[in-house]
């Protein structure tokens, strides 16, 4: 997140999703921007503007004339200049259609006159006042005009019907005003990503597995999303929700994962693969559960899975490699060792042995090392943090 001193609007127009709208807010001054609430008078109907001033440490504007303590502002005006983004959140269809008409019968449509920033539009109504044509058409006006226009959930309504038009969760949100306000300095090129671990079939019941969570590669899909590039995930089993990218391919085992990022290798520019496939794989799958009859001891017998970094070491074309290694001694020697010998750009070694480092942390302490051996000792950061600093140095070897 990427947030702070952002000066942010938020729009809140009279839909039942407004009593969401705080939410907005806290994480958004979690994330150290600044924030500033326009009401409609519908909104106020149902949340009060009291709620809005106390989160936001702001004032709230909720009318287009005024006693205003300075005189001669224009709210209008100067919010729209104030503006580093406006977010409208929910967005009802009649605020939709004055936008989309120009109209400027309140504080907020006028604003939405007079704005020069980014604008993200986030609807929440009833599916069929959603697929109604007229609204159809106005948010494709706004979409044609430039402002980003967020989709819907498909849930239980308010009104008890089933279906399209449930507003996106504040975090969602967050998440598109982050990705709206970055640089787009990874812009055009094409990043190929493995997260998780892989899972290997011992029987249809059990299986081989490691701690690795996902985390990591997830926060480098992310952020490289949100700085503009065009991200593929390739994501063993993990419990955390995807980020949004390009495109996500959902594998579990590492044969699945090699012939994942073989398919998608020769088109990318940069191939991470954060993922911890498992070396070995049970070497005779049984097609039926195993019993555990009366044995003192069973064994398993394994097979090797195919090198992916080394095969896309010895496959690449001008492609930037970036491999990552987790090791519990001696990380350094090992770390330099990998580089070479699978033909990487970059290399993060990590010490999972490390406090607050390594599997389903939020956190970690990690070297960077370069192709000719230049280390860099980071200090603990978080996992997104992190996650900048790699594409950091992906970009500078990308130029
Ligand atoms: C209980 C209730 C819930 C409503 N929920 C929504 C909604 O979710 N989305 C919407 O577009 N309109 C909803 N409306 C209708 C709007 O409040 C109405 O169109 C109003 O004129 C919107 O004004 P505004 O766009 O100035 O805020 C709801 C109305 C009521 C009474």
């Given at each position: 997140?990427?947030?702070?001193?952002?000066?942010?609007?938020?729009?809140v127009?009279g839909?039942?999703?407004a009593y969401k709208a705080p939410?907005?807010c806290?994480?958004?001054?979690?994330?150290?921007?600044?924030?500033?609430v326009?009401m409609t008078q519908a909104a106020t109907e149902f949340i009060s503007p009291l709620t809005f001033r106390t989160m936001t440490?702001?004032l709230v504007y909720t009318?287009?004339?005024?006693?205003?303590?300075?005189?001669?502002?224009?709210?209008?005006?100067?919010?729209?200049?104030?503006?580093?983004?406006?977010?409208?959140?929910?967005?009802?269809?009649?605020?939709?259609?004055?936008?989309?008409?120009?109209?400027?019968?309140?504080?907020?449509?006028?604003?939405?006159?007079?704005?020069?920033?980014?604008?993200?539009?986030?609807?929440?109504?009833?599916?069929?006042?959603?697929?109604?044509?007229?609204?159809?058409?106005?948010?494709?006006?706004?979409?044609?005009?430039?402002?980003?226009?967020?989709?819907?959930?498909?849930?239980?309504?308010?009104?008890?019907?089933?279906?399209?038009?449930?507003?996106?969760?504040?975090?969602?949100?967050?998440?598109?005003?982050?990705?709206?306000?970055?640089?787009?300095?990874?812009?055009?090129?094409?990043?190929?990503?493995?997260?998780?671990?892989?899972?290997?079939?011992?029987?249809?019941?059990?299986?081989?597995?490691?701690?690795?969570?996902?985390?990591?590669?997830?926060?480098?899909?992310?952020?490289?999303?949100?700085?503009?590039?065009?991200?593929?995930?390739?994501?063993?089993?993990?419990?955390?929700?995807?980020?949004?990218?390009?495109?996500?391919?959902?594998?579990?085992?590492?044969?699945?994962?090699?012939?994942?990022?073989?398919?998608?290798?020769?088109?990318?520019?940069?191939?991470?693969?954060?993922?911890?496939?498992?070396?070995?794989?049970?070497?005779?799958?049984?097609?039926?559960?195993?019993?555990?009859?009366?044995?003192?001891?069973?064994?398993?017998?394994?097979?090797?899975?195919?090198?992916?970094?080394?095969?896309?070491?010895?496959?690449?074309?001008?492609?930037?490699?970036?491999?990552?290694?987790?090791?519990?001694?001696?990380?350094?020697?090992?770390?330099?060792?990998?580089?070479?010998?699978?033909?990487?750009?970059?290399?993060?070694?990590?010490?999972?042995?490390?406090?607050?480092?390594?599997?389903?942390?939020?956190?970690?302490?990690?070297?960077?090392?370069?192709?000719?051996?230049?280390?860099?000792?980071?200090?603990?950061?978080?996992?997104?943090?992190?996650?900048?600093?790699?594409?950091?140095?992906?970009?500078?070897?990308?130029?």
């Open positions: 997140m990427d947030l702070k001193d952002k000066k942010i609007v938020l729009g127009t839909g039942i999703a939410g907005i806290s994480l958004l001054r979690k994330a150290g921007a600044k924030v500033k326009v440490d702001n009318e287009m004339f005024n006693d205003h303590p300075v005189v001669a502002e224009v709210d209008h005006i100067e919010l729209a200049k104030w503006a580093d983004i406006i977010v409208i959140a929910p967005a009802s269809g009649n605020t939709i259609a004055k936008i989309a008409y120009g109209i400027a019968d309140n504080l907020l449509t006028s604003m939405m006159l007079a704005y020069r920033c980014p604008v993200i539009i986030v609807p929440a109504m009833n599916t069929y006042m959603l697929n109604n044509p007229a609204t159809r058409q106005n948010l494709q006006t706004l979409r044609d005009r430039g402002m980003i226009v967020l989709g819907t959930h498909i849930d239980l309504l308010a009104c008890n019907d089933v279906g399209d038009g449930k507003m996106l969760e504040p975090y969602e949100i967050v998440d598109e005003i982050d990705t709206a306000l970055r640089v787009k300095d990874l812009a055009g090129k094409k990043f190929l990503i493995s997260a998780g671990p892989t899972i290997e079939a011992i029987d249809p019941v059990r299986y081989l597995t490691n701690h690795s969570s996902g985390k990591m590669g997830y926060e480098l899909a992310r952020e490289a999303y949100k700085r503009g590039a065009e991200v593929t995930l390739v994501s063993g089993p993990t419990a955390l929700q995807p980020p949004k990218v390009s495109k996500l391919i959902n594998i579990k085992s590492t044969q699945d994962l090699f012939d994942a990022v073989n398919e998608n290798f020769d088109q990318t520019d940069v191939l991470i693969m954060a993922a911890a496939p498992a070396d070995f794989k049970p070497k005779d799958k049984s097609s039926q559960k195993i019993k555990k009859e009366e044995k003192d001891e069973m064994t398993l017998n394994l097979a090797p899975n195919p090198d992916v970094l080394k095969t896309m070491g010895q496959k690449k074309k001008g492609q930037v490699l970036v491999g990552f290694a987790a090791e519990s001694e001696n990380e350094l020697v090992y770390g330099q060792k990998k580089i070479q010998k699978k033909n990487l750009d970059m290399i993060v070694i990590n010490n999972i042995t490390a406090k607050d480092a390594g599997f389903k942390t939020d956190t970690n302490k990690v070297f960077i090392v370069d192709r000719d051996l230049k280390v860099e000792d980071l200090k603990l950061m978080t996992k997104t943090d992190l996650a900048n600093v790699i594409l950091d140095r992906t970009l500078e070897k990308l130029k």
